[in-house]
């Protein structure tokens, strides 16, 4: 039997924490109390004549409800203080509730679990603030608020379950979080309903097969710059799909459209090449310090091996997806380039760093990135053990030239080993090196520094001819030499990178670099089933594959007049007055990455879904300028690194600390945090001098006490 004591212990339990309650109909055998056969709400409705406007948290009246009625479930009436997420997740709620976290992050908070399957979400408002009850705000999602009421625990469901607190969101236990800012103001926006806005183009247009993902692209950065925000986009983006797309893409594509274009840009801040003239934008006057990594520019095959390494390694999802371009590039190699215009060509040569705190799975990620070139490389030397076991079996005089082995990477090779690499392998080889700063350090290493190994390379990112003229051996010549480099680096050796003697050579201009924030590691049981992994390798075994002839990709018209447009507006924004030298040399070589990233986004299209694979269209330039747009965003943070002086490293460590620890701190919790390498709080406090002289951030002092600064950044 239901006890009749637990129901009036908490309802007086929410009166005493200041939560209205009321008695509602409970269960009598299979039928609601309230004697009704056909109730169309039985054990939820309120047994008291006014409902909800007679809850209280006057325990007298509390108690004299369940004298009368003692088996009468207990409901909270929401709006006043308290507002209730209801997710149904029988209808689609659990979906619909993760489709309304795209918009912004849910804290933890007291969670209920209801007894016909459901989940109650409580957070608290604002005594002052009327958040009204809505319906259908996502799939199988309600906001109970004003005017409305949830049945609590220990109440009973119609099934014949209780209402139970989820065990680790207890009410007891933790208390109810402040509903977010971003989730207040989607509902209380003029109080209106969250219309969604019609498409603004006429839906009897059809979309044709190759141009749904650009031209789906494009209209929803017009929406984003028009304010418009996930929830909004989502649900009119897959009706335009449904309607116009011929045929229509699959749904998660659509999902992971919208979640791109409003996690990359915020309103207004979608650029021009993007929403390709539908709608006209003004930068962002102060865009966020680093992009997140545009997974869904990929086809599918990429972007779910990417999403769910990410999530198998608890590393974020830059880590894979930084490398993995250059291991495409690799997987083309030289036999195919793009042609930008008349005598200007370029090769899929990329050259790439993660960069990363040690026990981040930077390593790890780094590996399953190029775990196809693994595979690659495996199959080669299979294939190369069998035909030289054959070789040594035929006769001294039918022998012919020693068989070379062809090799897809290396690990750890000299300037002179890596010629005759080259010589052997002609469409190219990758240089994998899980620390970037050893093959840095190793460069002229038996020259005593006075050798030419950094300009070795960087001709090879060029593709200008090596020869190399040795008594020793024979004369090598190498015409168009390939080298796709990729590997980790941590933040504190990047300055290893530049030039020892101060000198500008570009050698580091050439890395696309990445340095996402940090993701805590954390164990999960995720792992990623060998079909995900099989479809992702495939796309390298198939680009592996392509014919051997060397060809150039033109681009279509339309393609080259986004191109331009991107073109114009990257160098835009190097002519701005304020735009920092240091990075010039990075976006320079940005002009030949926007070819290269879109000849391989072409190439990769071209053998996942069937995308041309003679020429490049205007979606590969448009993604390919997105990619270079997130390269772009982590070249400034890191570079500031590069160049910056020991005093100034130890200004940007302690920025990137205070950052994670609410933006503020006392000089104590930074001298027991050893910021800078502090010793003594003298050090302290030239730190937070250097901090403050710097812009990054100001002093406050509480009750004019020296030794209880707070240092507190700029936000």
Request: charged letters at 25%.
């Amino acid at each position: 039997m239901h006890n009749q004591e637990n129901l009036r212990t908490a309802a007086l339990f929410y009166a005493k924490k200041g939560l209205p309650v009321f008695p509602v109909y409970e269960m009598s055998g299979k039928d609601c109390s309230c004697g009704s056969g056909d109730c169309s709400s039985p054990a939820k409705h309120p047994r008291v004549k006014q409902g909800f406007k007679e809850a209280t948290t006057n325990p007298a009246v509390i108690n004299g409800w369940w004298d009368k009625w003692p088996n009468a479930n207990v409901a909270v009436a929401t709006g006043r203080g308290v507002v209730v997420v209801d997710v149904d997740s029988y209808n689609g709620g659990d979906e619909g509730l993760e489709e309304l976290c795209r918009t912004g992050s849910l804290p933890d908070t007291v969670e209920a679990l209801t007894g016909g399957g459901g989940r109650h979400l409580w957070f608290k408002v604002p005594s002052d603030t009327k958040v009204p009850c809505k319906t259908g705000l996502a799939t199988g999602l309600d906001i109970r608020g004003e005017g409305g009421y949830v049945v609590a625990p220990p109440s009973m469901h119609a099934s014949g379950r209780l209402y139970e607190w989820e065990v680790s969101a207890r009410i007891d236990d933790i208390d109810i979080a402040p509903l977010p800012d971003w989730l207040e103001r989607l509902l209380v926006r003029d109080n209106k309903n969250i219309a969604i806005r019609p498409p603004t183009e006429s839906l009897s247009d059809r979309i044709a097969e190759g141009t749904r993902h650009i031209r789906l692209l494009s209209i929803a950065g017009s929406w984003r710059n028009s304010g418009m925000i996930e929830a909004e986009i989502l649900p009119a983006l897959q009706q335009v799909n449904r309607h116009r797309c011929d045929p229509p893409l699959p749904d998660r594509d659509i999902d992971k459209l919208a979640t791109d274009i409003v996690s990359r840009y915020d309103p207004g801040s979608v650029p021009n090449y993007l929403t390709g003239g539908i709608t006209k934008a003004d930068p962002p006057t102060e865009p966020p310090p680093v992009e997140p990594y545009p997974t869904a520019l990929w086809p599918t095959p990429i972007r779910e091996y990417l999403e769910r390494q990410a999530e198998a390694l608890s590393a974020p999802v830059d880590f894979i997806g930084v490398p993995m371009l250059a291991a495409l590039g690799m997987a083309i190699g030289n036999r195919r380039a793009a042609e930008i215009k008349l005598g200007w060509i370029e090769h899929p040569c990329i050259w790439t760093g993660i960069v990363g705190k040690s026990g981040t799975h930077k390593s790890p990620a780094h590996d399953k990135a190029v775990l196809p070139l693994r595979r690659i490389q495996q199959r080669c030397q299979a294939d190369h053990e069998e035909v030289f076991k054959q070789y040594e079996e035929e006769n001294n005089e039918d022998r012919g030239d020693t068989p070379v082995r062809k090799q897809a990477y290396t690990t750890d090779v000299t300037v002179e080993a890596l010629t005759a690499v080259l010589h052997n392998n002609p469409r190219g080889i990758s240089v994998l090196r899980d620390e970037l700063t050893g093959l840095v350090l190793s460069m002229d290493q038996y020259r005593s520094g006075k050798g030419a190994d950094r300009q070795f390379y960087m001709s090879t990112w060029n593709g200008a001819q090596i020869t190399s003229n040795r008594v020793s051996r024979p004369d090598l010549v190498v015409d168009r030499p390939f080298v796709c480099i990729s590997g980790g680096i941590p933040p504190d050796v990047l300055g290893d990178l530049a030039d020892k003697q101060g000198r500008d050579d570009g050698f580091i201009n050439r890395f696309l670099l990445a340095f996402p924030a940090e993701r805590k590691v954390r164990w999960t049981d995720e792992s990623v089933p060998e079909d995900i992994v099989s479809l992702y390798c495939k796309v390298f075994d198939d680009l592996w594959n392509l014919p051997d002839l060397p060809a150039v990709l033109l681009m279509t018209a339309k393609a080259k007049d986004c191109y331009q447009q991107w073109f114009d507006e990257h160098h835009a924004e190097m002519d701005d007055p304020g735009f920092p030298e240091h990075i010039r040399g990075v976006y320079a070589k940005m002009d030949g990455y926007c070819g290269r990233i879109a000849l391989i986004h072409q190439l990769v299209r071209h053998v996942c879904e069937g995308a041309a694979g003679t020429h490049i269209d205007e979606e590969s330039v448009i993604a390919a300028a997105a990619m270079v747009t997130y390269y772009k965003s982590h070249a400034l943070m890191i570079h500031n690194r590069v160049y910056a002086d020991k005093r100034d490293r130890r200004v940007l460590g302690a920025v990137d600390w205070l950052r994670r620890h609410g933006n503020k701190a006392t000089g104590r919790e930074m001298l027991t945090a050893r910021l800078g390498s502090a010793k003594t709080m003298k050090d302290i406090h030239q730190l937070i001098g250097d901090i403050v002289d710097r812009g990054y951030g100001y002093i406050d002092h509480d009750a004019g006490r020296s030794d209880s600064v707070i240092l507190c950044l700029n936000t």
